[in-house]
């Protein structure tokens, strides 16, 4: 005869949750799969430059973007981001891997770091785009929409940046207020 243990009480609850989620289901937890991906359209975008890195010849700007629909949506990837001069040549944005994707709720802030060539710096090249706007769209959304550049003081000016694309760090959320 095979001898049997039951488990009792919190214990009994903690190894039901985890078969359950060993299984693939979740206990609610997952709450990122039941809202839509943000769309470009529900999102009040914003790119400021910087200036220059410390200790580097790199231009440094920030890509934000409010929520400014009436629920949360899921930020899930890297947006896009292109510098165009004239209708062929662009600089765009890249970043690498693969970042995890979050929840955006309404009025909530995005941002991501771009770092970019600017004209002028050893090494920069003649493939260079002087542009008083962007291009930018949400992760895994084809919607696409032009933003001012703007300065510290929220001015407008123009990127001076060379080479084919900017560097971009991974999407996090902002700090109220910024």
């Known amino acids: 005869m095979r001898a049997t243990t039951r488990l009792t009480g919190g214990l009994a609850v903690l190894m039901a949750g985890l078969a359950l989620t060993a299984c693939g289901t979740t206990t609610g937890a997952d709450d990122n799969t039941k ?15 910087l200036g220059k890195e410390k200790g580097s010849s790199r231009g440094a700007a920030r890509l934000t973007a409010v929520n400014k629909g009436p629920d949360a949506c899921v930020f899930n990837g890297y947006p896009g981001i292109e510098i165009h001069y004239g209708k062929a040549e662009s600089i765009d944005g890249a970043g690498h891997g693969h970042p995890a994707s ?3 709720a309404s009025k909530a802030t995005v941002t991501v ?14 493939w260079c785009v002087r542009q008083g706007d962007a291009v930018v769209w949400a992760p895994r959304d084809s919607d696409r929409t032009v933003v ?3 300065d510290r003081h929220r ?3 123009v990127i001076d940046a060379c080479g084919e694309t900017m560097s ?7 700090p109220a207020g910024n």
């Open 35 to 49: 809202l839509s991906n943000c769309r470009t359209a529900s999102l009040k975008w914003s790119l400021v430059l």
């Open 102 to 104: 979050f929840p955006l």
């Open 113 to 126: 770091d771009v770092h970019y060539t600017p004209r002028g710096t050893k090494g920069a090249g003649d």
């Open 148 to 150: 001012p550049v703007l």
């Open 155 to 157: 001015k407008s000016t």
């Open 168 to 174: 971009m760090a991974p999407p996090h959320h902002a």
